[in-house]
């Protein structure tokens, strides 16, 4: 299949708003059952089957069995990647403000997008890595300075570990609520996982979008200087 004939096929999958909702659920990056994609887009079980076969066919969902069940997954990093730049566009071309709801707020103050930090924490974190020099980023990726590295092995990030990944080290991604970069990559994952290891954040139910815990609140300002 050509390059524009399978881009067209991916934005009339992505294009349904029901599936477009189901997609942006699946960026926390954990399965879901057809039962919560369906109540979360709005529509019924069947429905939900038909639309998640669809999205399966497009090779943006992967389904794996879970006893009698099936959960959902987004297909690949990539996937969540083209989703969050995809967002991006969306945010800037947004020129009506209307008044946000509590899970809105939720969400634009600290999210995961797939397995990394987005959202103001996450935008927060990154301007606060590069003004103290612990990473270095650029369009074409980054690095953990040498200050970097002694800080995060101090809170338990094994950086050797993460640097046998196959995936990009450290990446720059634009935030489609703020409109400014924040870390992706395999520290960018291996940075928020540590934060839930700690208790410094806890996942919200029904919702990409995270709490601080006093823990992680004195954790951010003491170690990084960031106040949430």
């Known amino acids: 299949m050509s390059g524009p004939?399978?881009?067209?096929e991916l934005g009339s999958i992505i294009g349904d708003?029901?599936?477009?909702?189901?997609?942006?659920?699946?960026?926390?990056?954990r399965g879901h059952s057809a039962t919560e994609l369906s109540l979360a887009a709005g529509v019924s079980p069947q429905t939900a089957s038909w639309h998640l076969a669809k999205l399966a066919d497009g090779q943006l969902v992967t389904a794996e069995k879970r006893g009698r069940n099936r959960n959902f997954r987004l297909a690949s990093?990539?996937?969540?990647?083209?989703l969050e730049a995809m967002m991006s566009?969306?945010?800037?071309r947004s020129s009506k403000p209307h008044v946000l709801s509590e899970r809105e707020r939720a969400l634009r103050d600290a999210r995961t997008c797939y397995d990394h930090f987005v959202g103001r924490l996450g935008v927060a974190?990154?301007?606060?890595?590069?003004?103290?020099k612990l990473i270095v980023l650029s369009e074409d990726g980054g690095l953990v300075t040498p200050s970097g590295a002694r800080m995060f092995s101090s809170i338990g990030i094994n950086l050797s570990a993460i640097q046998q990944s196959?995936?990009?080290?450290?990446r720059s991604c634009l935030d489609w609520s703020e409109q400014k970069p924040h870390l992706a990559g395999a520290f960018?994952?291996?940075?928020a996982t540590r934060c839930f290891d700690l208790g410094w954040v806890r996942r919200l139910?029904?919702?990409r979008a995270v709490a601080i815990a006093p823990a992680g609140a004195k954790g951010f300002e003491e170690q990084f200087g960031v106040t949430v």
């Open 77 to 82: 990093r990539l996937v969540a990647r083209t």
């Open 17 to 29: 708003p029901a599936r477009a909702v189901m997609l942006c659920v699946l960026l926390d990056g």
């Open 125 to 132: 974190l990154t301007d606060a890595f590069k003004k103290r």
């Open 5 to 8: 004939i399978r881009l067209a």
């Open 89 to 92: 566009m969306a945010g800037s």
């Open 188 to 191: 960018g994952a291996a940075f």
């Open 166 to 170: 196959r995936r990009p080290f450290c």
């Open 205 to 207: 139910p029904g919702t």
